[in-house]
């Protein structure tokens, strides 16, 4: 079993939130990744992060994802920078996979950057560009589908993306 589809992008993209909505649209599970990956630590993203370091949380995702891609069937939601570890990427080919494209003015105004994102904690808006501008390449790459999100409702991208893979 795989998933139907697997939403990847920057954080803000709303990777989490649209697939929500794709979710409920073509009736099936979401399951987050970094949801998972809390819930089995049974401690924040960020404590993660600053307890153990960021290799360890990126043990942790890439695990996570090849167990999610073999096993879960429904809508895939990955971190922001899941699809940038080598196996990751290996792990998603052959899966239809969405980049929920989104640029820093949008971004900004979703996620207000919080203290909730250990990679945006330090000068946020210019973290997230970089950030952008060093994943956007890895995320088209792996992308089959590149959906533009700016000013569009969340509902608006899941019909979009509902459509894609021909079940709306
Ligand atoms: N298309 C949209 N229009 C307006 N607000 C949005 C949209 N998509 C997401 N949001 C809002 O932006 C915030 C971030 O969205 P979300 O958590 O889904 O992003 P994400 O891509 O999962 O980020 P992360 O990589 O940090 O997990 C949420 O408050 C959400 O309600
Ligand atoms: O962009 C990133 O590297 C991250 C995004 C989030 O989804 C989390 O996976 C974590 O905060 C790291
Ligand atoms: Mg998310």
Redesign the pocket.
Known sequence: MSPRVVLI??????????GAALAGLLDVPLHDT?AAIEAAAGRSISDIFIEDGEPTFRELERAEVARAVEQEHGVL?L??GAPVDPLTEQVLAGQVVVF?DVGIADASR??GFDQS?PLLAVNPRASWVRLMNERRPVYERVATHRVD?AG???QA?AEEIATLLGSS
């Open positions: 992008g920057p954080p803000g993209s709303g990777k989490s939130t649209v970094d939601a971190g922001g929920l979703r996620v994102r999100t569009r409702t969340p991208i």
